[in-house]
């Protein structure tokens, strides 16, 4: 199977609970903190400047945004975290959607942890990578921004970004440039292989 990532389609944009779509196709879904990068990454993987949208004010995604890709797979670019400017009344919608999302019965086919490469990771992506964990689904973590980072810091850095989510050694960690797309390919193909495997109903 190989996806065209140039057929892109927006379908919808969840506020709440009551928004959000069972898709009845593969989803991947994307997660980060609120200045990591996160719409940049996904643009990159498609190949598109403007299909996720960048702003230079953190923690404006702060709906569940779905896109179909060639018709066949949905991307799900979940609101940003960590910004401290955000209103205690946003912060608990934003975690009641939260909530709601990963107590759906909708399989996610594969979650896409995006953390920034030159820096230990937050709380917030602590916790991000244990909802993973506890709804039982396979995913990566991209550490994003590997660009800044010396060569010669890369696999510490990598080392330290296992040990504080606690990772198993069948969690991948790649090192990724949202700038250069550095390891866009890898990332393209562990999302084939995870939509192959959720239509054959393997679920593991």
């Known amino acids: 199977m190989s996806i065209n990532v140039h057929n892109v389609e927006f379908i919808k944009s969840a506020a709440a609970p009551s928004d959000l779509i069972s898709t009845g196709q593969p989803q991947i879904v994307f997660s980060g903190k609120s200045n990591v990068g996160k719409s940049t990454v996904i643009n990159k993987l498609l190949n598109r400047s403007n299909v996720a949208r960048v702003s230079s004010v953190p923690g404006k995604t702060v709906h569940v945004n779905y896109f179909l890709i060639d018709k066949s797979i949905y991307f799900v670019d979940l609101p940003g975290y960590g910004y401290a400017k955000v209103p205690k009344a946003e ?114």
């Not at 009641?96 to 996610?108: N, P, Q, V, Y």
């Not at 510490?156 to 797309?181: C, M």
């Not at 939509?195 to 109903?201: I, K």
Request: one cysteine or more; aromatic letters at 8%.
């Open 91 to 204: 912060l608990s919608r934003w975690a009641k959607l939260m909530d709601a999302f990963f107590s759906g019965d909708e399989h996610i086919s594969l979650g896409i942890l995006i953390v920034d490469a030159r820096h230990p990771p937050t709380g917030g992506d602590v916790t991000m990578s244990d909802w993973f964990k506890s709804y039982g689904c396979r995913y990566v973590v991209l550490a994003n921004k590997v660009d800044k980072v010396k060569k010669s810091e890369v696999d510490a850095n990598i080392e330290r970004i296992r040990a504080a989510l606690d990772l198993d050694d069948g969690t991948l960690v790649v090192p990724f440039s949202a700038k250069d797309g550095a390891n866009r390919g890898l990332v393209l193909r562990e999302i084939e292989s995870a939509a192959e495997h959720w239509r054959a109903g393997d679920m593991s």
